[in-house]
Structures are given as C-alpha cells and as structure tokens.
T-cell receptor, first 114, second 115 residues
Framework: DAKTTQPPSMDCAEGRAANLPCNHS???????VYWYRQIHSQGPQYIIH???NNETNEMASLIITEDRKSSTLILPHATLRDTAVYYC???????????????FGQGTILTVHP | GAVVSQHPSWVICKSGTSVKIECRSL??????MFWYRQFPKQSLMLMAT?????????EQGVEKDKFLINHASLTLSTLTVTSAHPEDSSFYIC???????????FGPGTRLTVT
C-alpha cells in the first residue's frame, strides 16, 4: 500500500471549515483514498473515500488532485465534537489476497476550539 | 452505517491467564474481519486478518500461538490472548467488511489490562 504524509496537528475554530491535507505521491491507479477519524478511546469512524473524483457526503468533502498525489478532507463547519485524530489511508485494490487492508499512519490531531 | 460491536469493552486479568474478546457485525455479514492493537499515543497496528471459515493471516511479528483468532461465522470473530502478560495491555480494536472492496467498519474497542 502507498504511504501517506499528514501534518501531525492542526487547529480550527468552531464553525469554520477544517481543511486537512494528505500527500500520497506514490499512489497506484487502483488505490482509493480513505479517511477515518478516531475520537479518544473509541474505534475509528469511517468518513469518506474516493478514487479520483471529488466526493461529498453528510460528514465531509474529499478533494483529490488531478494527478491523485494529494487530497484534502474538508469539514465544512467544524464543531467541538470533531476534535479527533484524522487518518488518511490509501488502500490497495481488494481483489486477490490483499483483502483490502488498511494501514494506519500517525494521522493529524485536529483540535477544534471555541 | 453498519454496526460492529465488541465485548467486553474493558477487561482486567491476571498475568498468565487467557482472555477472549468478541467482535460481532450486527447488521451485515462480514466476510473479512481484522484485529488491531493500539498502544497509548500510538496509531493502530494491524495484527491479523481473518476470513470466515479460514485460518487467520497474521502480520509479521505477531505471534499466532499467543493471539488466537477464530472467525467461525459471518457475524462473529474472536481474539483470545493466551497467557497474557502486562506488556499485552493495550486497546484491541476489530473491524469488519463485507465483500471485495467493501468499507471497513470498526468496533468500539476493548481495553485490556493485565496485572
């Protein structure tokens, strides 16, 4: 699986958009970009994923650059409950024997403050 | 989204004993389940991957005889930590997915403390 690079920490004011960057310059053509977050002492929560098109759901938007070497997770109106560690993961195609393992890096600690 | 549960949510056991952790997919059939371990202030580390009815595939450095994984049905996988030692104290998290390319859904985790 390709590796990702994320800033170790970021701050955001409540009500503002939080933009979390991720570099994945060695991503392969069949690898998806996944975002998960982990609130303290809980299991990770799926946020969003995409291949090459921008994606949006009720939680966030995912912007993937045209060359797919980086992406940005956008939380449009951050709240205090969005304070968590955010993980950007690229996952190999699940066909064959890989079973689509998720390899977690260190992630970005997002702190939303009042 | 799909729900994955774990039981117990926390457990304290004495050194040398064994402890079993259950992972259940409540509203979908999980063809593949994963077990992770997370030490304080560290990221999740994948321990093993299990497919229903098959032997688990362990990551390098994970002792298969110490961490026994059983995935006997499409909704249940168990992790048994045998002869637990204080260094096995950790946060154990399972995840489950259905089919090829399916999203993984994580359980809430089990905090194991070995005294």
């Amino acid at each position: 699986d390709a590796k990702t690079t994320q800033p170790p920490s970021m701050d955001c004011a409540e009500g503002r958009a939080a933009n979390l960057p991720c570099n994945h310059s060695t991503i392969s053509g069949n690898e998806y970009v996944y975002w998960y977050r982990q609130i303290h002492s809980q299991g990770p929560q799926y946020i969003i994923h995409g291949l090459k098109n921008n994606e949006t759901n009720e939680m966030a938007s995912l912007i993937i650059t045209e060359d797919r070497k980086s992406s940005t997770l956008i939380l449009p109106h951050a709240t205090l409950r969005d304070t968590a560690v955010y993980y950007c993961i690229v996952r190999a195609n699940a066909g064959g024997t890989s079973y689509g393992k998720l390899t977690f890096g260190q992630g970005t600690i997002l702190t939303v403050h009042p | 989204g799909a729900v994955v549960s774990q039981h117990p949510s926390w457990v304290i056991c004495k050194s040398g004993t064994s402890v079993k952790i259950e992972c259940r997919s409540l509203d979908f059939q999980a063809t593949t389940m994963f077990w992770y371990r997370q030490f304080p202030k560290q990221s999740l580390m994948l321990m093993a991957t299990s497919n229903e009815g098959s032997k688990a595939t362990y990551e390098q450095g994970v002792e298969k005889d110490k961490f026994l994984i059983n995935h006997a049905s499409l909704t249940l996988s168990t992790l048994t930590v045998t002869s637990a030692h204080p260094e096995d104290s950790s946060f154990y998290i399972c995840s489950a997915k259905s089919g090829v390319g399916g999203k993984q859904y994580f359980g809430p985790g089990t905090r194991l403390t070995v005294t």
